[in-house]
């Protein structure tokens, strides 16, 4: 379902808008699903030296393609596959790797910011390197997949499974956990008014900004992940214990498009911002 936004090219030239980096990354993975077979190879052998498709040429498209084509996923995973889990190096063989369907069999995806500097930041960032990661709720883990752009192929060149950084005082991701699930936590952790952000009913071209009562909050609040979290990290900060965050949930094909905004004030973490720009 996730499904994170931008042209990112393995060798493109740089995007000069910054209206909405987030957009072109979800028109390119709703065109994928939509297109899909236009994406595969054309029937290599599968002991051929792969080679550069047109899904290479942004990030966005090869994900996609790379998450729903089993054929596509060996050819572009680095085997025998490092696979850290915490301190332990492993390999993964060609023979024991199962498909990972990434965040493709969900209906949305999610990205996690530090602060909205770096939501500008990710329209012009043509990385030769991306990280995708699984955010585990429960678990406090985080499962990232480390790609890196080869003679113009994206590849998967390791996996790292580890446990998120524990310190002194309470983190994003326990905050969150309890935040998304328990009603009456999260009516304590509202700030008040909340700043809400949304579409002109009468103009869609025109954003209203406005605030929230809790009650407000509670009649039409959105259903939020709640079990783990997705992100893909082209460079944009994303430390286990700052004291902001920004989570963008995107719809895939869907239309579905919010942002919510978290930042922990007197060692209390609260939303203080939300915005629906859904169509």
Not at 81 to 105: Q, T
């Amino acid at each position: 379902m996730l499904a994170v936004l931008l042209l990112v090219a393995c060798n493109a030239d740089k995007r000069g808008n910054k209206v909405e980096p987030f957009a072109s990354l979800t028109r390119q993975i709703d065109s994928v699903a939509a297109h899909h077979d236009t994406l595969t190879l054309e029937e290599p052998q599968e002991e051929m030296e792969p080679k550069p498709i047109q899904a290479d040429e942004l990030f966005s498209d090869f994900i996609f393609s790379y998450a729903t084509d089993d054929r596509l996923q060996r050819q572009r995973t680095r085997f025998p596959l490092p696979y850290y889990k915490g301190d332990i190096p492993l390999k993964i063989g060609k023979e024991e790797w199962k498909h990972d369907s990434l965040f493709a069999d969900q209906s949305y995806y999610t990205l996690l910011f530090d602060n909205e500097e770096d939501m500008d930041m990710i329209g012009d960032t043509v990385p030769a390197s991306v990280q995708v990661e699984w955010i585990f709720l429960k678990s406090k883990e985080v499962k990232r997949y480390y790609f890196e752009c080869i003679k113009g192929m994206w590849m998967l060149e390791a996996i790292n499974l580890r446990p998120m950084e524990k310190g002194e005082e309470e983190s994003f991701v326990e905050f969150y956990e309890r935040f998304a699930s328990d009603s009456v936590f999260q009516r304590r952790h509202l700030a008040t008014p909340l700043k809400f952000v949304t579409l002109d009913p009468d103009d869609e071209f025109s954003i209203l900004e406005t605030t929230l009562d809790v009650d407000q909050w509670f009649a039409f609040r959105p259903i939020l992940p709640a079990d783990k979290l997705s992100n893909i990290n082209y460079g944009q900060k994303n430390e286990d214990l700052s004291d902001s965050k920004i989570l963008k949930v995107n719809g895939i094909g869907n239309g579905y498009s919010n942002i919510f905004y978290f930042r922990k004030r007197g060692g209390e973490w609260k939303m203080y911002k939300y915005e629906d720009t859904s169509i």
